[in-house]
Structure formats: C-alpha cells, structure tokens
C-alpha cells in the first residue's frame, strides 16, 4: 500500500479503476434504468445519443481549458458533475439535463486521463503501464456488472444507479493526491489535417458500434429471455476477458509491433461477432461476446501509445477530444438509428444491424495501416 501511496502513475491507476468501477455500473445498467422509469426503445436512443453527443459539443472548448486548468482540477471537476449527474440521474430527476452532465464528466477524463497517464510514464513503459491500467479499469466491470445484477434482483432496477456514488467517492483522495501542473499550450491549428486519416477508421467503427453495442443487454435479454442477474452474470465475464485480454497486449507488440497488434486482434474479433448476431444457442452466443469484446476492445491502451508516439504533449488532450467528439458523434447517429429501426421492427431489427456493424467493422479495420501510414508520414515531414 505504501508502494501504491508512493508514486504518482499507481495513485493514478488506482483512482481510475475505482471510477471505471461506478461508471462501469452505470454505463451497464442505463438502459434497463431507463426502461423502468418508463423510457421507449426510441427515447433509450436518444439518451444514449445525448450522453455521447455533449462531448462533441464541448470538445474544443475542453481542449483549451484543460491544458490551462490543470490535467487534475480537470479530473476533479469531472468528478464533481459525475456525483451530481449521477445523484439526479439515479433517482429519475431531470434525466436529460443529468446525462449532458455525466457526458460532460465523461469528456474531461477522456481529455485529461491519457496526457496525464503520459506525463506519468516514461516512454519506454507506456505500452505494459497503459495495458495495466486498462485491464485493472476493464477488468473492475466484472464486479461492478456482477453488483448491477444483484443490486436489481435486491433493489429493483429503478435503484441501481445509485450504488455507482460511492465507487466515485473511494476515488476522490488518489485524485487529490496527483501531482498537479498545467500541460503544454494546446497547439490545435493546422493540426486537424494531420489527424484526419486518423478519424477515418474511427468514425467507421463508432458507427457500426452504435448501431448494437449500446443494446446489446436488451438484445440478449429479448433473445433469450434472461433475467437482470444472469445478463449481469455474462457481461461481468465480458469485462474480465477483456481486461485480460489487455495485459496480453505487450506479448503481442513485441511480436507483430503496435500497428500489427491493434490489427491483428480487432480483426479477429469478426468471427465473433457473427456469432453473436445469428446463432442461438446461448452458450456458444456468451462465449462470442466475451471473445469479441476481449479481442475488439484489447487494442484500446496500445492505440493510445501508438498516437502518442507522434504527437506533441501541446496537442494530445485536443487530439483525444476531437478524436473522441467525432466517434461519439457516429456512435451517436448509429444508437438513434438503432433504436429507432429496433422500435418498429421489434428484435428481427438486430439480423440487419448486426450485418451492417460487422461491415462497418472490417472496413475500418481495413483502413488502419492506411492511416497511420499516413500520420507517420505526416509527422516526419512536419520533424
């Protein structure tokens, strides 16, 4: 423990895996939270577009406010709406207004958590200590999907979110024990250009995944007519594949280089997903949705590693942002959509949105040496 107090990068990977822990219950938990407050398939969409949709809004403005207001009074902050957005969102208040705001929060981590993991992190250990905090926060979902699932079974889904605070809470003292300091000044012009090949295959995938991820526990739930605890149960094992998954992720980049892994392994989650899609027999279904989430989601620390290994400490938080906004964006198009093809076709809707997001998929995955070809070149030339 005096290990973990000690340095500033395990205080980090400490705090973000107890949020992942709230937020993991929350994001598992929304839509059966807003089904029981008496929400539509097609209001879900909505609020799923909008919890996604404030970070693109906000996204430029956090781009330059985070680097001037410090990567930690910009996690504090975030902390500080999650708790209120979640408060009210828990007991069924202003649920609209309560998601901007707990999208919000969601923005300030995403702009200020990697530059700061970075800035923590020699370079030379970025790709195992980012593997490590990503499994650790993946990985907290098993339990906090596990508690989701009892928790309604004991409290009724109308509750759950609630249990989400103190998760928040048990965060706060290895935040305010993170060194603080203001990052570089963000350098945003003529940048956009050099990121876009970038945003190509992310814009792809964002679309195609939210077109089904957002539903996937309706989905199986309808399909198979499981209870909240048994749904509980199989996504729990999903977050711990995956989290395990990670900590693979350096063995793999030894082998075939970050490029070749982040490839390698999204591609080999396709088989997966049409499992997933088209098969019904629920064992063999669990054991594709553990896969293809393990394998699609592995790539996730090393891709960050990979972009920074070219960008500039000035413009990571507006990269993160932007590039974040732009998925959120699609995802956000794609779960509108969704849920309205599902609300007036009922569960025969998912055949067609499945077979749609599996294209998207392999596109974009397609496209991922293209891009970074292209950023590569890009930046030497710019050096």
Do not use: C
């Not at 205080?11 to 008496?38: D, K, M, P």
């Not at 940048?191 to 195609?208: E, K, S, Y």
């Not at 693979?248 to 396709?270: E, T």
């Not at 507006?318 to 009922?346: I, K």
């Amino acid at each position: 423990m005096k290990y973990i107090l000690g340095s500033p990068v395990h205080r980090f990977i400490v705090a973000s895996s107890l949020w992942s822990f709230g937020g993991n219950l929350i994001y598992f938990f929304l839509n059966f939270h807003l089904e029981a407050l008496g929400f539509n398939r097609q209001a879900i969409g909505l609020a799923q577009a909008l919890f996604l949709l404030v970070g693109v809004v906000f996204a430029l403005p956090l781009a330059y406010l985070i680097p001037r207001l410090g990567y930690r009074k910009s996690l504090l902050l975030a902390f500080l709406l999650a708790v209120g957005s979640g408060v009210l969102l828990g007991l069924g208040l202003l649920v609209f207004p309560s998601l901007a705001g707990y999208g919000l929060a969601g923005a300030l981590v995403q702009g200020a958590g990697a530059p700061l993991m970075a800035r923590l992190v020699p370079a030379h250990r970025r790709v195992s200590l980012f593997s490590l905090q990503a499994a650790l926060t993946t990985a907290s979902g098993f339990f906090s999907t596990l508690l989701a699932g009892a928790l309604s079974e004991w409290v009724g889904a109308r509750w759950v979110l609630l249990f989400a605070l103190p998760f928040f809470l048990l965060a706060l003292p290895f935040l305010l024990w993170l060194p603080e300091g203001q990052g570089s000044p963000p350098r945003l012009t003529g940048r956009f250009g050099l990121w876009l090949r970038l945003f190509v295959p992310q814009a792809i995938i964002g679309f195609g995944a939210g077109l089904v991820i957002p539903f996937l526990n309706l989905y199986l739930r309808e399909k198979f007519g499981l209870s909240y605890g048994t749904t509980g149960f199989i996504f729990a094992l999903s977050s711990l594949a995956t989290g395990l998954a990670m900590l693979l992720q350096p063995l793999l980049v030894g082998r075939l280089g970050k490029l070749g892994a982040i490839v390698f392994v999204q591609a080999l989650s396709l088989p997966f997903l049409a499992v997933l899609a088209w098969v019904p027999w629920l064992p063999l279904v669990t054991v594709a949705l553990l896969i293809r989430g393990a394998l699609m989601n592995a790539a996730g620390p090393v891709y960050a590693v990979l972009v920074m290994d070219y960008l500039e400490e000035g413009e990571r938080p507006g990269f993160f942002l932007v590039e974040g906004a732009l998925w959120s964006t699609l995802f956000a198009l794609g779960s509108a959509a969704s849920g309205m093809v599902q609300e007036a076709w009922g569960l025969v809707a998912f055949h067609y949105l499945f077979a749609v997001t599996l294209s998207l998929y392999a596109l974009g995955i397609a496209l991922w040496p293209w891009a970074f070809g292209g950023l590569r070149r890009a930046y030497e030339g710019a050096s």
